[in-house]
């Protein structure tokens, strides 16, 4: 059952940061992980699962300025078998905030980044999944992958570039680049389940741009659904990580 959401503050966007707040929470319920140097992964934090049901892996990946920390109390609204796991971006920008990608506007004005930092961040992010998927013995028919703003255009990058290791994708305020667009084969539509959440108030990453990207996978033949939240600006509402929830919980 998923337990009554405390109120969360995420200010998390491509165009500022913030630590994201939460009231009265039970740190005792994350497990730090600190890089494993020897398979050189990013560094990350994980809940991991309890009781005998097998097992979902959640990836959730955070915005710009953010860290490992900040999408930390998500994950106590999964269920008890869910593994939910918050890797760092590699790229530091600050004392405690870090990025996925260098922000850069393309050639037509639209939302980008700087093409070797996204590369590189993909590459890191795959070979988390795997590892992690090989350890928990998770197959990537119960696996998702989530994040809010930087971190939705991620999955994004991560689940249109490689659908196979995904059972789904959670896009929390985020878009297609056109670049990805461009890039995309047609023949890669798999049986990928997208989520897409997004405030019809957000002025970092417009309304627009998920009405887009909806139109985009539907032509390109992806099933997914677009959630609109009346009145939320650029942030992650209750209502919102409860729909995601249900998602991965139906697509199972």
């Known amino acids: 059952m998923i337990r009554k959401l405390i109120h ?8 500022a940061s913030c630590h994201a707040k939460e009231s009265n929470q039970d740190a005792s319920i994350i497990s730090e992980q600190t890089q494993d140097v020897q ?34 109390p998500v ?3 999964f269920p008890e078998n869910y593994i939910v796991v918050t890797p760092q971006a590699p790229y530091k920008i600050g004392q405690q905030n870090y990025q996925w990608y260098t922000s850069e506007k393309d050639q037509n004005g639209g939302f980008g ?34 994040g809010f703003s930087q971190g939705a255009n991620m999955s994004y990058q991560l689940g249109l570039k490689d659908p196979l290791l995904f059972k789904g994708i959670g896009v929390l305020s985020g878009t297609i680049f056109n670049s990805l667009q ?7 539509a798999s049986a990928l389940k997208i989520f897409i959440g997004h405030g019809d108030m957000d002025d970092r990453i417009p309304y627009t741009e998920a009405v887009h990207s909806k139109k985009w996978l539907d032509e390109h033949h992806f099933e997914s659904e677009l959630h609109t939240y009346k009145g939320m ?7 919102e990580i409860q729909d995601f929830l249900h998602f ?4 199972l």
């Open 113 to 146: 980044g700087k093409a070797e930092e996204l590369n590189s961040s993909i590459d890191r992010i795959e070979i988390l999944v795997k590892e992690l998927q090989k350890k928990y013995n998770v197959l990537a028919s119960r696996t998702f992958i989530g």
């Open 75 to 77: 994950a106590r609204y």
């Open 182 to 188: 461009k890039d995309h084969e047609k023949d890669k």
């Open 248 to 251: 991965t919980v139906k697509n």
């Open 233 to 239: 600006s650029h942030s992650i509402s209750p209502e």
């Open 39 to 72: 398979s050189n992964l990013i560094p990350y934090k994980i809940r991991e699962a309890k009781g005998n049901e097998k097992p979902v892996l959640v990836i959730l990946l955070h915005g710009y300025g953010a860290n490992e920390d900040d999408l930390q």
């Open 8 to 15: 969360i503050s995420f200010c998390l966007s491509i165009l």
